[in-house]
């Protein structure tokens, strides 16, 4: 399994310069690629290959005076880029005819100097190396300091270098790392994911947000509030926004430290564990939009998905729908009426039920039930890649988020 390794790197002044230059150049190409592929698709001309698009915007570009800078970076971050966009509309096309599942992708858009995550990645052509002192050698950029929280398991096929809206800089290595079973267990587990709980078991844990992590929230709310009363374009508005930056940073940073340590304890107690399929896109689009993306149920579920292939349990998300809320667990009637906010109801048949766990207990029966019809049906859990995003253009979230190896302290960053 592929998994991200991420590290914190404290390059120096000029290095920091040659980081910017190589950033800037990355996203001339990208940006030269997508204009010459849009002005092809208005003319009517035909989709240019990928390899004819990288003689054009990079080998060709190189030789003309307002391009000729182009030269003075690795080529390899230039070809980077290129494959980039290449993904990107790969991913756009599948999506178009339906092959990709999973929400809408957009087409690719122009990368701009104000977006708030900047990168560029180094592959073994490179020769991106690690120095006998302990520092990063990139080509072009220099030695840069790492640090180090915790050593490599294999050697890396490539290198990400990140700067984040919060000035701070990453290496992100991609390494094969070897599954790890763990030794069976008999336990299995349904999980009902809420507002008013964060996940809630079918063996009646309730797991509530911490508090760390609320306060994280609300020192982002607050500078949020901040950033709104600043001047348009003054130096104070500039700072506040570094400070909204920084404290974003820093809730995303919790949240994935959490969300780690509760999907590896969940992963480890249980051989299989299901989850109810949110459709998490269509809850976002309602007024209930902020308190999902608080939650962070899809950071969640993807870790419990990757963890449960690399350590041998089995995952799945219960995606038919049914009324996980309102079914009797006990005798499997539906109760006709149900207000959100009855947090326990009873039954006909005299049992009483907190709501939540009765979804869970519910959403652990329809998964097993669902497995014993497929069984033999399928070969067994299929080969689940650690999340890749990256190659998909830009993004929202500072640093990679998912694929992540189960005890990070390297995310622990600040
Ligand atoms: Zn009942």
Wanted: proline share 5%; with cysteine; net charge positive.
């Amino acid at each position: 399994m592929q998994l991200r390794y991420n590290y914190r790197m404290y390059p120096d002044a000029q290095q920091r310069v040659a980081l910017a230059h190589a950033f800037g150049c990355a996203r001339v190409v990208f940006n030269d690629a997508l204009r010459t592929r849009q002005e092809a698709r208005e003319q009517g001309l035909p989709y240019i290959s990928d390899g004819d698009l990288s003689k054009q915007v990079i080998t060709r570009a190189k030789a003309t005076p307002e391009r000729a800078w182009l030269g003075q970076v690795s080529a390899v971050i230039l070809q980077q880029a290129l494959a980039d966009l290449n993904m990107a509309y790969r991913n756009f096309f599948a999506s178009m005819v339906g092959i990709r599942k999973g929400p809408k992708v957009a087409s690719p858009k122009f990368r701009s100097k104000k977006d708030a995550r900047q990168a560029v990645r180094f592959t073994k052509n490179a020769r991106f190396t690690v120095t006998e002192s302990g520092r990063l050698r990139l080509p072009k950029i220099g030695d840069v300091p790492v640090r180090w929280s915790r050593s490599l398991p294999s050697e890396p096929s490539s290198v990400t270098v990140i700067k984040d809206s919060a000035g701070r800089y990453f290496a992100s290595f991609v390494v094969d790392a070897a599954d790890r079973p763990l030794p069976e267990t008999d336990s299995e587990i349904g999980i009902d994911l809420g507002l008013t709980h964060f996940a809630v078991t079918s063996d009646g844990r309730k797991v509530s947000n911490p508090r760390i992590l609320r306060r994280a929230a609300r020192k982002l709310r607050k500078a949020n509030k901040a950033l709104s009363r600043k001047q348009n374009a003054s130096a104070n508005r500039a700072k506040a926004k570094l400070k909204v930056a920084k404290a974003y940073a820093k809730m995303t940073d919790t949240r994935r430290d959490w969300a780690h340590k509760l999907s590896t304890t969940l992963i480890r107690e249980n051989q299989t564990v299901y989850v109810e399929d949110l459709a998490v896109s269509g809850l976002a689009r309602t007024k209930l939009a902020t308190s999902v993306h608080d939650a962070g149920w899809s950071q969640f579920t993807a870790m419990l998905e990757y963890k449960a292939a690399r350590y041998g349990r089995h995952f799945a998300r219960i995606d038919r729908w049914f009324p996980s809320s309102k079914l009797c667990s006990t005798c499997g009637t539906i109760a006709t009426s149900m207000p959100l906010a009855s947090r326990s109801w009873m039954c006909g048949c005299g049992v009483t039920h907190d709501r939540d766990i009765n979804a869970a207990i519910n959403i652990l029966a329809a998964g097993q039930a669902e497995r014993r019809n497929d069984c033999g049906a399928r070969p067994g859990p299929g080969h689940v890649p650690a999340p890749r995003e990256e190659a998909v253009t830009r993004r929202k979230s500072h640093v990679r988020q998912a694929g992540m190896d189960v005890n990070a302290p390297g995310l622990r960053s600040t």
